[in-house]
Every structure is written in C-alpha cells, then in structure tokens.
C-alpha cells in the first residue's frame, strides 16, 4: 500500500527555494473550491478564493503554468464525481485539488462513511494518470452557532478523508488543525463560506502543504472585543433569519444556489496568452 509523502517529500519541498514541478493545475469541487465568500469583481464569475490564489503563487514561479477551476458552488458529491472529474482529467493536469461532501455532511441524515466513499472512489480515478492530488479536511466547526451540531460528522468525515489519503497517496490539507479558521473573521456573514480572509489563510495552508514557498500575508490580527450576550443572540437572530431560513427553503424546494451556474474556468488559461487551450 502506498503510504502518504511526509512534508519534507512533497514534490515543492524537495529543494527549498526552487521551482516546484506543476505545470498543470486544475481545482474541483464546490463553492468552497468556487470562492464563494471572497467576491472580486475582477475576477471570472465574481469570486478569487484560495484557489485562485493558490494559482497566482504557482504561476509566479514557474513558465507555461495554466489553470483550471470547474466548482460550482451547492453542488452535491455525486454531481462533483459525475460532472467534473472526468473533465478535469481531459485537462491532463499535474495538480489537483478536490473538496467535495461537505453539501452532503452538513444535511439531516447523511453518512459520512457513505459520502466518504464517493470521495475514495473519485481520488481513485484522479491519481489514475499520476497527478498530484491535494484532499481537504472540513474545519472544526464548534464555535459556529447550529452548524457545530453536525461536529461529530465532520470529525468522522475528516479520519475518513485521512484513510483514502493514505490509501491513494494524496495529499492532506488539513482544515481541521488550521485553528485560526475558529476565529469569526475567517468567515462571510453566512456563516458557511469564508471570507476573504480566511480565503488567503486557507491558500497559504494549501501552499505550505505542497511545500510551496509564498509571501502570502498571514493572519495577525488584534483581539476581538467581547460581545454581549443580548447582543450575540440578536446577531444570531439576524443570521437566521438572513441566511440560515432560506438555505433551509432551498433545501425543501430541492433548489440549489448552484443551479444555472457554471464553472468559471472550464479550461486552461495560459499567463502568456490569456486564452484558453484548445483540446
């Protein structure tokens, strides 16, 4: 059985300071792998996100780099394994990264051995060709209102996500141990995606762990001021009232934030040409 690389033998850490190997890189998934959270209206479809960032640092240190980005945010496992895995791999890349079950984990009653299973299977198919792939922890959720009931699944989710890394020979960005994604700061107002902020931080941890160098800025913030009770519960009030509700009436509609939404980045873009590759 193959065993996971440890991080001084990841591809970018071999020789520190020196260009790491990718050439190719496509990330998959959903809208945390979309960007949602992070808007910049500069951006294709309106959001950076980690991935983007994470792409930026890649190509500043190495020519002929090109990247590809096929998340559509609310999408489920199944349609992440059924519409955008073999679509990656007809991009030949080097580089994948793919976030997919957390839609899955954070609904009433699903499993996560069984939505963990979906995900062996993809990482399966994309480690097929040799390609680095890169597999996500789901952050430690206790300090964020309702959505830290779920906290146990996540957990199992997360010693799952390990298991199939060890199994494929992926590599592991662990969400779960990044504890400065508890701070609120890290997150959108929704509560369920995070903000630009926790976007970059989430980039710099994706980058430390291919052993890739950045001067991405780390988060040093100051203290947050306590809150007041009557006041945290009006903000949690807002909160659901806000967003909270209507992610629950999309749920009973069968509606998804995702529909009639595509990728922003269906195919390579080049540095040097800004158009997209031709397959």
Known sequence: MPVQHPRSQHPGSQHPGSQHPWTR?????DSFTEGIGDPESASPGGFRGWADRVAEVLRAQTPDFAYANLAVRGKLIGQIVDLQVEPALALHPDLITIS???NNIIRPGSDPDLVAAQLDHAVGRLRADGATVVVFT????????????IRGKVAIFNENIHALALKHDAIVADMWALRELSDPRMWAPDRLHFSAIGHNTI???????L???NDLEPFSPDPLPPVPWRQARAEDLDWA???????????????????????KRPSFVFETTDEPEVH
Do not use: K, Q
């Open 211 to 213: 052993g890739v160098e």
């Open 25 to 29: 890189y496509v990330a998959i998934g």
């Open 100 to 102: 997919a079950g957390g």
């Open 203 to 209: 980039a710099r941890a994706v980058l430390d762990t």
């Open 138 to 149: 789901g952050p430690d959720i206790a300090a964020t209102p309702v959505m830290s009931r």
């Open 241 to 263: 009232r806000i967003h909270f509700v209507p992610w629950i009436i999309r749920r009973i509609r069968r509606r998804s934030s995702g529909d009639f939404i595509t990728a």
